[in-house]
RNA sequence: GCCAGCGUAGCUCAGUCGGCAGAGCAACUGAUUUGUAAUCAGUAGGUCGUCGGUUCGAAUCCGUCCGCUGGCUCCA
């Protein structure tokens, strides 16, 4: 259909399939149509589709006479003393490991679903390619149910229902990848925060809050300057001194820590912050509060002995287990980031340290009984860490809490404590957030409860509804009571039919409607309907 | 940042070949006083994202910038 279009490569992903391609047409929505009359076409020719093992020369000879520049470079990187696997169906030819389907009449239920740009190899300096997804079932019915899941996830977006619930909004304004809290978002937010605070007072940290700029050396000292430069903002000039705007909390804490000598006996000294941070993030990443330029951090530095390190880290760990659970995320995966052995320049620290670290880490998640899988090359530049990825309602994974050994600052801060021994010895230092970020967090949740928070949670706990204008004082009264109780509380006053009412209070997905009418004022009664929503769609 | 697409009323969207700017919902006004998912009628609301170009004439064609969307790369 494309005829100068050369392949690059197409693999088989979590939901489907994906291809990309170097065409000089640019491919149109309208053409995913042709292109999949034409899979049709191909499907009912039902051609055989063979496997030729062949040497690399030949096969090289094959894609050269196709000028298949790709394929060549793939090509290259195989074993020479290995055959190569070439797959046939009609004309098609194609580099490929396999398995393949025998047929193609064996291909059932199908649809190309998006275009986009992909660079050549995942490498933003190599040439870019058009990819083309799909996705293919065995039958109508597992496609049907996999689109049907597809509109869930679109009516669950945050951005549609933060615009719909009046919870958040980002101002072309006021700038990309800034988030402006609505009252009802604040709500939220701030049950949240609260919550948090309270939680972490529960267990012993020190609640602090820190400036949101510090002069250009701090952030020379912590590495920053030189590790996170291209995400910072640019320095500001005050009295003739350089200051920056704060991407990360922990240098600050540092400080507080710095301040006065610590003994043994202090520790674990933990801080914990609502931190609010910016970091520059390329315009094309920003996606409504998943991935901004400014937000809160649940941030908390713990310092503590070597000794303590493992205790630390399962408090941690339990913190976390139930702020998810609380949130109704009952799944969650670990994954104990480490650093590739291969590429030791980019992390910073003594082979031993980080080696103690990775112990220390795998040790907390076996103590709690936490299955979890090892990402070699995952650790942050600074140390290894437990990456807790959270699944929600409609079974994504999202990146949730993590927690980080840093074995970097606390040598670059000279930090230290008074040991029984009255030496100083090196603290050790976690850096760890349990939401993430209160953006993200609140972002995912609004996709997971899909807009129905549940009660606590709730902007409107309750709408209280008189049937006619005669019962509005009977209403207020009710309302006044409700109120009393601590609970959030509203009138619907208008004029509307009682089904109206219900209607809008259906749509702003309030849990509680008390409905009062001539029935209800005279016995001195309410009716309540109260909204169940079903929080797991697919 | 890169590739592609998009930007029309508060929201969702229509607007044919370049020829007077449209609908539904929301808002407002009036009538209605209502019993568990939409009462009726009327009114108002837009520099068609921005700046520039082509043209007798631009929402429409071309360019620029801004923003958004789907991805890539990066990330909490």
């Known amino acids: 259909m494309f005829p100068d279009t050369r392949l690059g490569i197409g693999p088989a992903i979590e939901d489907g399939f994906y291809y990309d391609f170097d065409t000089s047409h640019g491919f149109t929505p309208e053409d995913l149509e042709k292109i999949e009359q034409e899979m049709k076409r191909i499907v009912k020719e039902n051609l055989p589709v063979t496997r030729d093992i062949v040497s690399k020369d030949e096969a090289r000879k094959i894609f050269e006479e196709r000028k298949a520049l790709f394929k060549l470079e793939l090509l290259d990187e195989l074993p020479s003393e290995e055959p190569i696997s070439i797959y046939r169906q009609g004309e098609f030819i194609d580099l490929c490991a396999g398995p393949h389907v025998p047929y193609t009449g064996y291909v059932k239920a199908y649809k190309l679903l998006s275009i986009a740009g992909a660079y050549w190899r995942g490498d933003e300096k190599r040439p ?51 988030v402006y809290w609505h009252p009802k978002g604040a709500i939220i937010r701030e049950i949240i925060e609260n919550f948090w605070k309270e939680e972490h007072r529960k267990r012993g940290y020190d609640l602090v809050y820190t400036p949101h700029i510090a002069k250009l050396g701090l952030w020379k000292v912590s590495g920053h300057w030189d590790w ?147 990402d070699v090359g995952e650790a942050k530049f600074y140390g290894p860490a437990i990456d807790i990825k959270i699944k929600d309602a409609v079974g994504r994974l999202w990146q949730g809490p993590t927690i980080q050994a840093d074995l970097n600052l606390p040598e670059r801060f000279d930090i230290h404590y008074i040991g029984e021994d009255g030496q100083r010895h090196r603290p050790v230092m976690i850096h760890r957030t349990v939401l993430g970020t209160m953006e993200r967090f609140i972002g995912g949740l609004i996709e997971h409860y899909a807009g129905a928070f549940p009660m606590w949670l709730s902007p409107v706990q309750i709408r209280v509804m008189p049937v006619s204008e005669k019962q509005s004082d009977y209403a207020k009264t009710v309302a006044a009571g409700f109120e009393e109780l601590g609970l959030r509380v509203e009138c619907d006053l208008g004029q509307d039919k009682i089904g109206y009412k219900i209607r809008q209070a259906q749509i702003e997905k309030i849990p509680y409607m008390v409905i009062v009418g001539a029935r209800e004022k005279e016995a001195n009664t309410i009716s309540v309907r109260h909204e169940v929503w079903e929080i797991l769609a697919v």
């Open 128 to 178: 870019m390619l058009q990819r083309i997804y799909g996705t293919a079932f065995m039958d109508q019915g597992g496609l049907d149910a996999h689109l049907a899941k597809l509109e869930d996830i679109k009516r669950r977006d945050h951005r549609r229902l933060g615009k719909d619930l009046d919870l958040f909004s980002i101002e072309e304004e006021g700038g990309p990848g800034l």
């Open 228 to 374: 996170y430069k291209d995400n910072m903002y640019s320095p500001m000039e005050i009295d003739e001194m350089q200051y920056l705007l704060k991407p990360m909390n922990c240098p600050f804490h540092i400080l507080i820590y710095k301040g006065k000598t610590r003994s043994y006996r202090d520790l674990p000294i933990r801080y914990g912050e609502l931190g609010t941070v910016y970091r520059y993030e390329r315009s094309g990443v920003l996606h409504g509060m998943l991935r901004v330029r400014g937000f809160t951090q649940d941030d908390a530095h713990l310092f503590c002995r070597p000794d303590q390190l493992e205790q630390q880290l399962i408090e941690v760990l339990d913190l976390t287990g139930f702020m998810l659970k609380t949130f109704g995320y009952d799944e969650y995966y670990c994954m104990l980031s480490v650093r590739d052995p291969n590429d030791k320049a980019n992390y910073i620290g003594e082979d031993e340290v980080w080696q103690q670290a990775e112990e220390a880490l795998e040790r907390a998640l076996k103590a709690r009984n936490l299955k979890y899988q090892i």
